[in-house]
């Protein structure tokens, strides 16, 4: 995570955060891994690389309100319900993955470091969309395209909530680092073809099952 916030040329007392201004601006990108727990449902995405871009005015010493985007490329299990031989899962697809949201963040130390360190709490809601694109049955063939339409998964766009924590380290008085690990959650859905007389498929996947993702970010950031 790469952070930026401006200050005024102003002084900065000793263990203080180099910025006392009353609103803050952060710019932030982030890289780091996304993990599914538990894999409870047969559409959840795999493990895999995500990175994004961050926004954030300080609202008081402790409290912080952003805004961020990040990229999840991955991939899920393509499932074929009404199979009567052979492999339930006929293949993997893209699930790559949108997320954009609001994040309140509270800095337990407010503006100051606690032996050069800076823990916080953070809790945000949005939105996830898979953004992969749709396959065209008629000029590229994909495996999905072996599945009746209503056995066809589709995410769509989901509400996305999100719990973490993360630590800041100062080292230096105008460039540190951060750790975040954090659950984002979002629900999955069961395709109407699950429920067809045709289908074979058990047990049934619930129609509607929230799952969780845990993410963990690294980075270095920079304070001007």
């Given amino acids: 995570i790469v952070d930026v916030v401006p200050t005024v040329g ?19 990108s982030a890289a780091g891994d996304a993990s599914e727990r538990g894999r409870r449902h047969s559409s959840q995405p795999y493990s895999g690389p995500l990175a994004g871009v961050q926004f954030a005015i300080r609202l008081s010493d402790p409290i912080n309100l952003g805004a961020y985007v990040s990229y999840f490329p991955s991939e899920r299990d393509v499932i074929d319900p009404s199979t009567e031989t052979g492999a339930r899962v006929i293949g993997k697809t893209s699930m790559n993955m949108l997320l954009i949201a609001g994040q309140l963040r509270l800095h337990f130390t407010g503006s100051r470091t606690w032996h050069n360190l800076v823990p916080y709490f953070y809790g945000g809601a949005g939105a996830a969309f898979d953004v992969s694109s749709s396959p065209n049955c008629f000029f590229d063939p994909a495996i999905e395209c072996q599945l009746f339409p209503r056995e066809r998964y589709d995410f769509g766009v989901k509400f996305m909530g999100q719990i973490g924590f993360g630590m800041l380290w100062l080292p230096f008085r105008k460039i540190g680092f951060r750790l975040t690990v954090d659950d984002t959650i979002w629900s999955l859905t069961t395709p109407d073809g699950y429920y067809d007389d045709t289908a074979t498929i058990f047990p049934i996947p619930r129609g ?14 920079y304070w001007f």
Avoid: F, H, R
Avoid at 208 to 221: K, L
């Fill in 10 to 28: 102003q002084s900065v007392a000793p263990g203080a955060i180099p910025c006392k201004l009353p609103y803050a601006y952060e710019q932030a």
């Fill in 208 to 221: 509607s099952q929230w799952t969780n993702n845990i993410q963990v970010a690294v980075g270095a950031y």
